[in-house]
Each structure stands twice: as structure tokens, then as C-alpha cells.
Nanobody, 126 residues
Framework: QGPLVESGGGLVQAEDSLRLTCAAS????????MAWFRQAPGKEREFVAS????????DYAESVKGRFTISRDNAKGMVFLEMNNLKPEDTAVYLC???????????????????WGQGTQVTVSS
């Protein structure tokens, strides 16, 4: 296991909900923007959501706005992704990532995030 570990994925039906958790081990998240990305087979890694170090500002991909919510608990070193009204096109491996520098600006580019988890599979059946 690496410094970031995702959990909470699974096989669900369309319109179901899931809550993903990203837990840090030996790595501080407190002063870093965090993000969730996803990658489906044969596709590039895609930005899903990001959150600033204080948990005040968030940003979402258009495809998940209104359905997904990112949050964090700095005291516990965790980041969450609440996913509602899931669709088959949400099927992917979901990965959390830590921004490359402290207090860095949130971005949608995977290149700006340095530390990654291994991912958790989310499969949505129709």
C-alpha cells in the first residue's frame, strides 16, 4: 500500500449511491489541495472533483456536478467522495491524489498532483 489508500468502491445499480474514502498513511493532507480522478478501461485519466486545503472551495467536472460531493476531514487525514444517482458511464477506477505543493491552487490536471493512491473500482450496471 502507498501513502494514499482508497476504499468504498463496488458494484451497484444505476441510481444507487456510494461513498468513497481516501485515507492517508504517513502523509499529511492538511495543507494540500486534494482531488479525485477516475480512469475507465482504454480511456485517459479524468478529473472528477477537487477540494482546497481548508475544505471551503470545491470544483467538479461537469459530468458529475449535482451528483457528487467531495469533502475532507483533516483531523483524520481523509478525503471523501459522495456519489449519488450513479450512471453506467461513471464506471471506472477512482483514484485520490494530493497536490504537488502545499497551499497550491486547485487544478483539474493530473500532472499537478504528485501523490496517488492505487484506486478503487466502481462499477455501475444499468
Amino acid at each position: 500500500q502507498g501513502p494514499l489508500v482508497e476504499s468504498g468502491g463496488g458494484l451497484v445499480q444505476a441510481e444507487d449511491s456510494l461513498r468513497l474514502t481516501c485515507a492517508a498513511s504517513g502523509l499529511s493532507l492538511r495543507s494540500f489541495a486534494m482531488a479525485w480522478f477516475r480512469q475507465a478501461p482504454g480511456k485517459e485519466r479524468e478529473f472528477v472533483a477537487s477540494i482546497d486545503p481548508n475544505g471551503v472551495r470545491t470544483d467538479y467536472a461537469e459530468s458529475v456536478k449535482g451528483r457528487f460531493t467531495i469533502s475532507r476531514d483533516n483531523a483524520k487525514g481523509m478525503v471523501f467522495l459522495e456519489m449519488n444517482n450513479l450512471k453506467p458511464e461513471d464506471t471506472a477506477v477512482y483514484l485520490c491524489a494530493r497536490y504537488r505543493i502545499m497551499w497550491g491552487r486547485m487544478t483539474m490536471s493530473a500532472d499537478d498532483y504528485r501523490d496517488w493512491g492505487q484506486g478503487t473500482q466502481v462499477t455501475v450496471s444499468s
